[in-house]
Structure formats: structure tokens, C-alpha cells
């Protein structure tokens, strides 16, 4: 079944169970996604929704960091709410160890050497990792292993 799909059925259980949180949430992915099409003039992929997925959780994440550091925690507790709606629709997160497997197979894949090569790395892991990792930790985890 097709992303869209999934979401499209799930805002229907969502609205007969009348889930405030989970109809609103996905009803926001939606209209990104939406706007995303109307924008580019294209229909997205499922690894298209994946990235507006991921954008949208990423967001919700330091929306969280903020409501907490100013001492907003019923704020904090709803945009934590709307990660876990989030997250059911990305694919199954990677492991640690399945990270730092794939990060040396993109050195060995990539050739790179040093930090310089750091880019070429990033561009054979991005496809393979895209939704499944947060891409900051990643990113620093490649650093590491180029240092």
C-alpha cells in the first residue's frame, strides 16, 4: 500500500474514533505533503513523503527543545504527541550498529579519505538512511570515522 495511501486510511480511523490528536496530526501531513505537490508540480514518492515526514518530525523536535527550555511543558507534551503520530507512518528506524555498518560501507564505497571527502559520503549514505536516522547524528558520526 502506497503512503499516501496509509495516511489517507488512517485520517479515516482517526476521524470514526474521533482521535483529536492523531486526526490533527496527520491532517497537518497532509496538507504538507499537499503543498509540497502543488508547489513542485509533481506527485510525490513514497520516499518523497518520507522526507516531509522526517522535515515535520525534525521540526517538532526542536519545537520540544524550546518549549521545555522556556518552561513550556504542556506545549512540549503536545509536539511530542504529534512525533509519535509521526513515526508510525516513517520506516523502522535503524539500529546503531546498522548505522555504523552503513556509514563503512559508504567510506569503502566512496573511497574517502579524509574530511574532504566528507560530501561523497554523505550522498552514498543519504538514500540509504533518509527517515530511518537522524541525519545530524550521522553526519557527526562520519566526521568521527574521517578524523
Given at each position: 500500500m502506497a503512503l499516501i495511501d496509509k495516511l489517507k486510511e488512517e485520517q479515516k480511523l482517526a476521524m470514526k474514533a474521533k482521535d483529536k490528536i492523531r486526526l490533527g496530526?496527520?491532517?497537518?501531513?497532509?496538507s504538507a505533503i499537499k503543498q509540497r505537490?502543488?508547489?513542485?508540480?509533481?506527485t510525490l514518492?513514497?520516499?518523497?513523503?518520507?522526507?516531509v515526514l522526517t522535515k515535520m518530525v525534525k521540526q517538532?523536535?526542536?519545537?520540544?527543545?524550546?518549549?521545555?527550555?522556556?518552561?513550556?511543558?504542556d506545549l512540549a507534551d503536545a509536539e511530542s504527541n504529534e512525533i509519535t503520530v509521526l513515526k508510525e507512518f516513517m520506516p523502522q528506524a535503524l539500529t546503531d550498529d546498522e548505522v555504523?555498518?552503513?556509514?563503512d560501507d559508504a567510506i569503502i564505497a566512496s573511497g574517502a579519505q579524509s574530511m574532504q571527502d566528507m560530501g561523497n559520503v554523505m550522498a552514498v549514505l543519504r538514500p540509504q538512511i533518509q527517515g530511518r536516522?537522524?541525519?545530524?547524528?550521522?553526519?557527526g558520526l562520519v566526521k568521527s570515522k574521517l578524523t
Open positions: 496530526t496527520i491532517r497537518l501531513a497532509m505537490e502543488v508547489d513542485e508540480r509533481i514518492t513514497d520516499d518523497d513523503i518520507v522526507a517538532r523536535r526542536d519545537s520540544v527543545a524550546q518549549y521545555e527550555s522556556a518552561g513550556r511543558q555504523l555498518q552503513l556509514i536516522a537522524d541525519m545530524g547524528k550521522v553526519s
